[in-house]
C-alpha cells in the first residue's frame, strides 16, 4: 500500500518556492493495525507538537517498508515559462470552450505530479529494501501487486485519467527484464479523515520540507528545523529515500498537439482577434 501527500504550494512567484512530496509504502495485510497507532485526535502536520511529531517519526519508521521524501525547486526560468505557457492555453480554451480548463493549469499539472514522483520513490525505495531483484532472479519472475492512496490535491481529477498518468509515468521495462512487475490493484484519492494513514506521508513531506526549507526565510511551519530533523532521524538509516530536484518540464513538449489545434482554432474563429 502506498501513501502520498505534498506540503508546500504551488505559487507562480514567491519567497520559498518549493514542494516536497512525501511517500510511505506499508504492506497491505498490516494497514488495520498501523491505523490503531495513530494516536487519537492526532492534527495534521501543520497543526502539531514536537511529542506528536517524533511518535508519528517512530510509526514511520517502525511500521513502514519504505518512506520517500521528494523536494522539487520550483524557484526556476522553466516553472515560470511552464506557468505562462499553461495560462496562455487555458485562455484559449476557455474562449473556445466557454468553460474552465482548470485540470491544465500549471499548478494542478505540476501537483498531479509531484504525487507520481512520491508513489514512485516509495514504491521503487520499497522493492530495492525487499530485494525484489535478487528474490527474483533466484526463484522466478514476481509481481508486486500495489494499492495506491493519494491525499485528495487534485479536486476532481477522476481515477480513470490518473490511472492512465500513474501508468504512463512508471514504464517497467528494465524491472520487468530482472523479473519484477509492478501491478497496480487500485488507486483511490481521499482525505486523512477518510484515511487516517494518509497522515503518515503528511508528516513525512512537512517534516522533511521544513528541513529543506530551514534557511529560505520566514516559514509558519509548526516546528524548528532541527525538531523536524529530529523526528526524521529513526527512519535515516535505509528507510528513507530522499530526492532533490528542481522543476524542468516544459508545458508545450507536453501538450504541443493540443496548444497547436488550439491555436489553429482560435485563428479561424477569430480571424480578426
Known sequence: ????????????????????????????????????????????????????????????ARECLAVGAVTRDLATLAWQKFWEDSAAHEHMLNRLQGGKAGLLKAANIA?????????????????YLSKAIERAQAHGPITISQTLIFDDELGGESRESFMELWNGARPQFRTQTVGVTFKTCDVRMTTEEDEPLLMLPDYVAGLHHCVQLADAGPNTFPLTASQASECLASMRSRKLKIVKNSFDLDYRSMFGDAIAAAESEMRRRYPNG
Open 111 to 127: 501537483r498531479t505530479m509531484a504525487l507520481l514522483d512520491g508513489a514512485v520513490i516509495a514504491s521503487g525505495h520499497a522493492a
Open 1 to 60: 500500500m502506498l501513501l502520498v501527500d505534498i506540503a508546500g504550494q504551488f505559487h507562480r512567484n514567491g519567497a520559498n518556492l518549493a514542494v516536497t512530496t512525501g511517500g510511505v509504502a506499508i504492506a497491505a495485510d498490516r494497514a488495520d493495525y498501523v491505523r490503531s497507532l495513530l494516536p487519537p485526535g492526532l492534527p495534521k502536520w501543520g497543526q502539531c507538537t514536537f511529542a506528536q511529531a517524533k511518535e508519528v517519526g517512530r510509526i514511520v
